[in-house]
Nanobody
Framework: QVQLEESGGGLVQAEGSLRLSCTAS????????LAWFRQAPGKEREFVGVISRSGSTTDYADSVKGRFTISRDNAKRTLYLQMNSLKPEDTAVYYC????????????????WGQGTQVTVSS
């Protein structure tokens, strides 16, 4: 089974940028659809973006479209989330997740999760 570890979180000012990474160990990385979710204090975990196994298909939450870009490098076993024009409401713990073939946008559809990385956007 795949094990996931996020990195790249931190504190950034509004309108700034961050790039999150999620590195996988074990498992066959290219066989998994991958996604980013986030969870703010007191709120449910919400979908951010998803990418298919080959990277040819992506989808995003409306709240991040045009600002965030999800990508993957199967040779490096790494998933990325480029976040631009950050807003205070983007503050949350960001999680990467993996599932079998087929993209999905609900947390319950993902079997494997990282521990999360904190992103804090100051106004």
């Amino acid at each position: 089974q795949v094990q996931l570890e996020e990195s790249g979180g931190g504190l950034v000012q509004a309108e700034g940028s961050l790039r999150l990474s999620c590195t996988a160990s074990r498992g066959t990385f290219s066989t998994y659809a991958l996604a980013w979710f986030r969870q703010a204090p007191g709120k449910e975990r919400e979908f951010v973006g998803v990418i298919s196994r080959s990277g040819s298909t992506t989808d995003y939450a409306d709240s991040v479209k045009g600002r965030f870009t999800i990508s993957r490098d199967n040779a490096k076993r790494t998933l990325y989330l480029q976040m631009n024009s950050l807003k205070p409401e983007d503050t949350a713990v960001y999680y990467c997740a993996a599932r079998g073939p087929g993209v999905a946008n609900r947390p319950v559809e993902y079997r494997y999760w990282g521990q999360g990385t904190q992103v804090t956007v100051s106004s």
